[in-house]
């Protein structure tokens, strides 16, 4: 097993049938890649295209991985009513997640609508004004995506990538994935099983700091308190990443419906009451209690 | 879920819910021993059922202690029973582990609209919460934790309170 810290998480690759050359090479090869993925799209950096955006408006030309990226915050953008948007990204510093850590919090920017800010089309984005944008609701996965990518291309058909609770996994056998406890790292609330796909949890009570946790609602310019923890299954690790913070706003079926069949997946939601509710293929064993209401 | 191994098992399940003071009580028949938690007065008996045949949805992978009348294992049957309306189905699903029901939960299966209304009554009567068990007690490859907190953001978090108690 591979393990190494990047883009501010834990990583660790398990390629259990790659030869030890074939492992050296991906080695290099994906600590690049993912170099390159944090020097373009960090708003925690200042040498990164989104920090060149957040100071100077005009037309961009994006990475030539930025139309999958784009393309799903768009979609997303719109099924949830301009609640994911990647223009998150002043009010989530304001709030105190900011390049320094800071956590101190000031007043918060309202996020300006996608259209008013963003002209979209692949591969130029333009920024009617500078505005820092914030790819997290998607990009992390997006970057395990892209990880896997470059394994299967080395020709390894067996390996689970986990970045920071964010797995892609591609195995003969079902692999065992315990959902954490939010509220204590030492137990699981349940067993997800997984041969080929994606799983990403969401949750608001990692990742947060005074009255804020790390899913702002860019109309409430709220912490969502409504929802607990979402974990997502899907082919995709950057559509199960990016529809698991979706569902912080918007409800399952509705958003089934809005994504369409493009964006196929699976649902566990947890409330803050540990009442939760799921989709009937999400791949998993809960362990529950029932009361008697 | 390993499903090869799972005996096909016949069961008579009788659900007996009790509302009122939050208590519940479960009754399962079988080899004529009753298995009860929170045993109480009755209130209100929702449903009744007659004895039906039903195959375990799963097993769990520990081995039931030879104390136990029951294997462990989640079970599922589907009842029937006569209403005014005509004959009624509801589906109810327990798990066992060491003759204790840990958990239940039932599946409206309605015919008549009456028995539609009557069985969403009965299962809107309970509510199933998660649990979490130790890490150490299951057996997994790794864990899908809600984005597990970067060490840089833990480590500045924890400097600022720090200062902020000094």
């Known amino acids: 097993m591979w393990e190494f ?8 690759i398990r390629l259990p049938d790659a030869d030890e050359e074939t492992y050296e090479g991906l080695k290099s090869r994906i600590s690049k890649r993912i170099e390159q993925f944090d020097r373009d799209y960090s708003r925690f950096r200042d040498d990164s295209l989104v920090h060149r955006m957040a100071g100077e408006p005009g037309i961009y030309t994006l990475p030539a991985d930025a139309k999958k990226l784009f393309d799903l915050y768009r979609d997303l ?18 709030a105190g997640y900011d390049a320094s850590y800071s956590f101190k919090s000031r007043e918060l920017t309202i996020s300006p609508a996608w259209d008013d800010v ?16 914030d790819l997290g609701a998607v990009g992390k996965g997006y970057l395990v995506d892209i990880v896997a990518d470059l394994i299967e291309s080395a020709g390894i058909s067996s390996y689970l990538i986990d970045a920071g609770g964010d797995i892609r996994v591609k195995s003969s056998e079902a692999v065992r994935i315990g959902l954490e406890h939010p509220g204590d790292s030492t137990q699981v609330l349940g067993v997800a099983t997984l041969s080929h796909g994606a799983i990403c949890g969401s949750s608001g009570n990692r990742r947060a700091w005074g009255a804020f ?11 969502v308190r409504e929802v607990l923890a979402v974990w997502v299954v899907a082919a995709e690790a950057r559509v199960a990443d990016g529809i698991s913070t979706a569902l912080f706003f918007t409800k399952p079926g509705d958003l089934h419906e809005r994504l369409g069949r493009k964006y196929d997946f699976e649902y566990f939601i947890l409330y803050p009451d540990y009442s939760f509710s799921r989709s009937k293929d999400f791949p998993s064993e809960l362990f529950i209690e029932e009361v008697a209401l | 879920m390993d499903q090869s191994k799972t005996p096909v098992r016949v069961i008579a399940i009788a659900a007996v819910v009790l509302i009122g003071g939050g208590a519940i009580a479960y009754a399962l028949m079988g080899k004529k021993t009753e298995v009860t938690q929170n045993p109480s007065p009755v209130t209100s008996q929702t449903t009744g059922t007659q004895d039906t045949s039903g195959t375990p949805a799963s097993q769990a992978s520990a081995p039931a202690t030879s104390a136990s009348t029951y294997k462990d294992g989640t079970y599922s049957a589907t009842g029937s029973y006569m ?13 066992l582990k060491n003759d204790v029901i840990t958990s239940a939960s039932v599946t409206p299966k309605p015919v008549s609209e009456d028995g539609a209304r009557f069985q ?9 919460y998660v649990i979490g068990k130790d890490i150490s007690s ?17 480590d500045a978090l924890a400097q600022i309170e720090a200062k902020a108690k000094s």
């Open chain 1, 77 to 94: 953008y719109d099924a949830t009513d301009g609640a994911v948007t990647p223009l998150i990204g002043q009010m989530i510093s304001d």
């Open chain 1, 118 to 133: 963003l002209e979209y089309a692949f591969p130029t984005l333009t920024l009617r004004t500078p505005a820092l944008l």
């Open chain 2, 120 to 128: 969403d009554i009965f299962a809107s009567n309970f509510k199933q």
């Open chain 1, 213 to 223: 946790h790390h899913i702002l609602n860019p109309h409430t310019r709220e912490s």
């Open chain 1, 5 to 12: 810290e990047a883009i501010g998480t834990h990583w660790q």
């Open chain 2, 83 to 95: 209403s005014p309306g005509g004959n009624e189905q509801i589906g109810v699903t327990v798990t």
């Open chain 2, 138 to 154: 299951v057996k997994l490859t790794t864990v899908s934790g809600s984005s597990l907190t970067p060490g840089g953001f833990n």
